[in-house]
């Protein structure tokens, strides 16, 4: 069920009025005398489809229960859907999943980590494991990448890591995909991993590099296999049944018809590269649209575009209906109906006697125009140098790269491994590809050193989408057009699309990093960040998919920085913040933080309490952490690290001694040390006297965070306590009313139903 009802009926409300500004003047009652079918339809398919909703999500959530083998050692078996390998780990996506001698039913997935793997696989493999497993739960946050949005489009119930390197081979990899595959990583050409990229959708060897340079240059689509490479795939073939015709031909052999060969030979093209593909979801989608519309023209059926396009949309829904939480399906049908709509609106750019050039020109130009609003919402950035280099690009790689590559796989199919034609002709196309990134790195260098970053993000990224969609609206010959226009300026001034402070200035930020802790005040467009969340040797850090995000989606300017101490689950982040801002102030117990300071900041007061200048206690480093207390005019938020028992009593003597112990108080309290045992004395907790209480930690931690007697200790106080292992991230409004607004009680029903 829809879990934002205002949107759902914004979006309704915007239905309807376009559907009356669309109606023709010179057909004043066509509406009234179709409005009764047109109501029954949606009524009938709106029912329908949220029932057929209710039960996909409602099988999803009940595979997500704490029962059966959670937290339990158990021996997992199932085959590899996919690998993403990193230096220290390896992730397996495990699809035909078997527990215990009991299968699952066949969509469902898990998803293991195998961490300082002894043994690399392949796809396809048959592998056993002994593993620990829980629910397919992440963090919840309102930017960066929604990993529990991936896990429910990817049907992926279950997660859990290797226990002892305990990992088997029950079956190898007999597929035909498989073996061209490891021929091809045998034989270790030029251009590798750009090969195995185009010829098998495999982009394992991309690095962090890599994925910046295609980024910035908008021209990561031109590296998967998509509904263009499967045409030119199935092209290629109609060109060999040409070519054969014409020999036909010359040796007076007739056809009666040539026509359903072609079709024939072009869907047994596009089936083969779908195949090489592995079938991955995206690759299933593009082959479902090639396969309508390859029916469509044999059948001679004329539908209007908008009418395949919908057709289209319902095959690939029926198929994978979960595809509706992931971008690719809004892209690849996105896409689609921008070509359809140049068509119709430029047909005169088309006709044929215009030179072709001037229609990829066009086309190329347009199509990098109308997605740029698409792009901006999905990924709140969008490279603006992307038209210029997907200019040059997809010509070469639809007329040169792609086709070469398929003959690549023809001979890989066809040769022997230690063919020297084979091994020659994979390193001239890979050393093509290879120049390719090059000129792409070039260019994007002296972009950047000429104009700055070829990324536009943040609110750059909204004007621009609302300038586009009106330029748009202005431009389309129908009658309302005017009306139209006001209605979509409407919805892009809808609160998701304007800055979200602009009412509510004073906002404390707990952001859900797991087991660790990663705050932000905000005032007016500017942010202070205390403490980053925790960083991983081979997958990033909370800062990078997190924090930034939210930076960029708010356009804020940081300030300041405050680390309480330097353990990697307060500070991880920290290099990536410094690098991302070479002029950020910092301040942390080994840059300035002691007791006794106090600045104010946007009209909100800042002070700290520890660590004392001149204190003895040495004994860890959570006990020197830097305590901050942030007021405002009506309420307060204390930040107090990871102190331990001895550091709180310390700190309440001392400020027992001068008198100041009513400093400590605070309305909001982030609980000392995640909620640990050895931490939040009930002197301390007495000396905060808190209305809040949050507890920072991950969900099922290790360490049994927080302590069931902490909590006790808090509640019997009549404090509230909130774990953000549960509400995921929180926001503080610290204006005369304290408010306190939980993700998971207002995000998309994935994220609620926990």
């Not at 045998?186 to 962090?208: E, N, S």
């Not at 210029?388 to 070469?404: D, E, G, H, R, T």
């Not at 006794?596 to 204190?615: I, Y």
């Amino acid at each position: 069920m829809p879990s934002h009802p205002l949107q759902v009926a914004l979006i309704t409300v915007v239905g309807i009025v376009l559907f009356v500004t669309l109606q023709r003047k010179t057909r004043p009652f066509v509406l009234l005398t179709n409005v009764k079918p047109i109501l029954t339809g949606l009524t009938i398919g709106g029912c329908v489809g949220i029932l057929w909703a209710a039960s996909l999500g409602q099988r999803y959530l009940y595979w997500q229960q704490l029962e059966g083998e959670i937290q339990q050692d158990v021996t997992i078996e199932g085959r590899i859907a996919g690998i993403s390998n990193n230096t220290r780990s390896s992730r397996l996506i495990l699809e035909q999943v078997r527990i215990g001698g009991k299968a699952w039913p066949s969509e469902l997935k898990a998803v293991i980590y195998y961490y300082e793997p002894d043994k690399h696989f392949i796809v396809s493999q048959q592998i056993s494991a002994k593993v620990r497993l829980k629910p397919a739960r992440a963090v919840a946050n309102p930017a960066g990448f929604d990993t529990q949005k991936w896990y429910v489009s990817q049907q992926i119930v279950r997660t859990g890591y290797v226990i002892g390197q305990q990992v088997a081979l029950v079956r190898p990899s007999l597929t035909l995909r498989s073996q061209l595959q490891q021929t091809l990583s045998a034989l270790q050409v030029t251009g590798d991993k750009w090969l195995q990229a185009l010829m098998f959708g495999d982009r394992r060897g991309f690095t962090d590099e890599d994925w910046t340079l295609l980024k910035a240059t908008g021209t990561a689509h031109l590296f998967a296999i998509s509904g263009l490479h499967l045409a030119l795939a199935g092209g290629v073939m109609l060109i060999c049944v040409q070519c054969v015709s014409v020999l036909c031909r010359a040796s007076r052999f007739r056809f009666t018809s040539l026509l359903p060969v072609q079709w024939a030979c072009m869907l047994l093209g596009s089936t083969a590269y779908a195949y090489c593909a592995n079938w991955q979801v995206s690759v299933t989608r593009a082959y479902v649209v090639l396969c309508v519309w390859i029916c469509l023209w044999s059948w001679s059926r004329r539908l209007g575009h908008s009418n395949v396009l919908l057709l289209t949309a319902t095959i690939c829904l029926v198929i994978q209906p979960e595809a509706v939480y992931g971008m690719a399906l809004y892209l690849s049908l996105g896409a689609v109906a921008i070509i359809m709509l140049i068509h119709w609106r430029w047909r005169s750019c088309f006709r044929a006697e215009v030179p072709w050039w001037r229609k990829l020109l066009i086309m190329q130009g347009l199509m990098s125009v109308g997605l740029i609003p698409m792009t901006l919402v999905m990924f709140q950035s969008v490279s603006w140098v992307a038209p210029v280099f997907n200019l040059l690009l997809i010509p070469l790689m639809s007329l040169a790269i792609v086709p070469a590559c398929l003959v690549g796989l023809l001979l890989l199919l066809c040769c022997d491994a230690d063919s020297v034609l084979l091994r020659t002709y994979l390193n001239l196309v890979g050393s093509c590809l290879d120049r390719i990134l090059q000129f792409m790195k070039w260019g994007a260098l002296r972009i950047e050193d000429g104009v700055g970053t070829a990324l536009l993000s943040g609110s750059q990224s909204v004007l621009l989408a609302i300038t586009v969609v009106i330029l748009g609206v202005l431009m389309l010959p129908f009658i309302g057009k005017h009306r139209l226009m006001l209605v979509i300026l409407f919805v892009c001034l809808y609160p998701k699309f304007l800055p979200g402070f602009a009412k509510k200035p004073e906002l404390i930020h707990y952001f859900d990093v797991g087991q660790g802790s990663a705050s932000m005040v905000t005032r007016y467009g500017r942010a202070v960040i205390i403490d980053t969340g925790a960083s991983f040797s081979d997958t990033g850090s909370y800062a990078e998919s997190v924090l930034l995000p939210f930076i960029q989606q708010h356009g804020l300017t940081v300030d300041l920085l405050i680390i309480s101490h330097g353990d990697n689950d307060h500070a991880g982040g920290l290099e990536v913040l410094k690098r991302t801002f070479p002029e950020l102030t910092m301040l942390s117990p080994d840059n300035g933080c002691e007791s006794g300071m106090q600045w104010m900041w946007q009209g909100l007061q800042f002070e700290t309490f520890w660590p004392l200048a001149n204190s003895d206690i040495t004994d860890s480093d959570n006990n020197r952490s830097c305590v901050v207390k942030v007021s405002g005019q009506y309420h307060s938020a204390l930040f107090p690290g990871d102190i331990e028992a001895s550091a709180e009593q310390t700190l309440i003597t001392q400020l027992n001694r001068q008198t100041e112990l009513g400093l400590l108080n605070a309305d909001v309290l982030l609980a000392p040390h995640h909620g640990s045992a050895t931490s939040s004395t009930e002197a301390f907790i007495n000396a905060v006297s808190p209305r809040y209480a949050i507890f920072s930690q991950g969900w099922l931690n290790r360490w049994g965070f927080p302590n069931p007697q902490v909590v006790d200790r808090y509640q019997r106080r009549n404090v509230t306590t909130i774990n953000t292992s549960k509400t995921g991230y929180l926001r503080v409004d610290m204006g005369k009313s304290l408010t306190i607004q939980q993700y998971r009680q207002i995000g998309p029903w994935y994220h609620h139903a926990f």
